[in-house]
């Protein structure tokens, strides 16, 4: 009898034991000794167990906006290491870009877009800032930022002063993300380190609105300036600086005003709208259209049939240039000067010398103005 009582009371001693609380701290092995597993064993005996622990160090890989994300999360997306003091913000807009088709003319994010429309999107999206339309405008939204001070945020331009054809935001280093034209790619991230990229950089720069260093001018030295495309061109020098080429001052101003509004509008098969799209045919006709009222079609030979044919040696301001290759007119342009052609590539409205790779220039023509 008395074992039976010594035995229920022992198992009366257990079973209380069994329901309550206790939280023991199990530490990992001293190769990582900042976490910690934390075993919590319930009344019902059952065990809740944390395997990640408490971080008690000062890294932010991991620091967590409710609303936008962590930086692990765009470590991840944008394929590097961010140093955690960027604008949780903005990497959700950039990141919510990703794999949107390249599309000339476009601005909307999933469906198309290139890379100006994505940069001004962008910012529009997250902070509320207007920037200008095509890359060489946005040279004007800037303040100069040295290339190896770059910062999440910074826009980085690629060609050259008289010819900006691209853009594309920094995310801090080498790393950066643009909307690509090769293939249709779309946006992505790349790196600066790639010889393409390499070759072609011209500057970055900080948006205005967002750039938080002094801009004090030294009293004796001359402030350092950068030297951009006017933005809106009214006088020879400045024509000559957007084009790239030496104008002699006594062209149509009404021709040459148009020629020089198209610059840097996307290349965009079947459309003729100035700064939104256009391809070859359609900048050509839209130009003489808007300027003289010369309604031609949208037919490379039958603009031909309509001009005056004149050698290559008596080009002037204003005359067209044509290119055959086997069947087909691949390049139609509009003389400037200097043996160069204002014409519609794939990166757009541009300027390019007449020596154009493996196309021979076909006829030149004058129009009836």
């Not at 059952?46 to 609303?67: A, E, L």
């Not at 594309?168 to 790196?191: C, M, P, Q, Y």
């Not at 098969?269 to 939104?276: A, C, D, I, L, P």
């Not at 949208?298 to 204003?318: C, I, N, P």
Request: hydrophobic content about 30%; some cysteine.
């Amino acid at each position: 009898m008395l074992k039976k009582v010594l035995f229920a009371a022992l198992i009366s001693t257990l079973l209380l034991s069994c329901m309550k609380t206790t939280k023991t701290v199990v530490h990992k092995p001293t190769n990582n000794p900042t976490t910690t597993t934390t075993t919590t064993q319930t009344k019902d005996g059952g065990r809740h167990i944390n395997i990640h622990g408490k971080k008690t160090d000062n890294k932010t890989d991991n620091k967590t906006d409710n609303n936008y994300g962590s930086y692990a999360l765009y470590n991840q997306k944008f394929n590097m290491t961010l140093k955690g003091n960027e604008d949780l913000k903005f990497l959700k807009e950039l990141a919510s870009w990703l794999g949107t088709p390249y599309k000339y003319g476009g601005t909307t994010k999933g469906k198309g877009t290139d890379c100006s429309g994505f940069v001004m999107t962008a910012y529009q999206n997250a902070y509320g800032i207007k920037l200008n339309r095509v890359a060489g405008s946005m040279v004007a939204n800037v303040n100069k930022v040295d290339r190896n001070s770059l910062q999440c945020g910074d826009l980085l331009f690629f060609g050259t002063a008289k010819n900006i054809y691209h853009v594309g935001i920094s995310l801090g280093g080498d790393r950066f993300i643009h909307a690509a034209s090769s293939n249709n790619i779309g946006v992505r991230t790349e790196t600066l380190t790639l010889a393409y990229y390499q070759k072609n950089y011209y500057m970055a720069g900080r948006v205005k609105q967002l750039d938080k260093r002094p801009q004090k001018k030294e009293i004796g030295k001359k402030s350092e300036t950068v030297e951009t495309i006017a933005l809106h061109p009214s006088t020879t020098t400045e024509y000559s600086e957007q084009m790239g080429v030496c104008f002699a001052g006594n062209e149509d101003s009404k021709l040459i005003k148009e020629i020089s509004e198209w610059m840097g509008t996307p290349f965009y098969t079947g459309k003729s709208e100035k700064n939104v799209g256009t391809d070859g045919i359609g900048f050509v006709v839209s130009v003489f259209k808007n300027v003289y009222g010369i309604n031609y079609e949208r037919d490379v030979e039958k603009v031909m049939a309509q001009l005056t044919e004149v050698k290559q040696s008596d080009l002037q301001f204003g005359d067209i240039v044509i290119y055959k290759y086997e069947d087909k007119y691949p390049v139609i342009g509009i003389y400037l000067a200097d043996n160069q052609i204002a014409y519609t590539s794939v990166n757009g409205v541009a300027t390019v010398d007449m020596a154009i790779g493996a196309y021979d220039v076909f006829f030149c023509g004058r129009p009836s103005k």
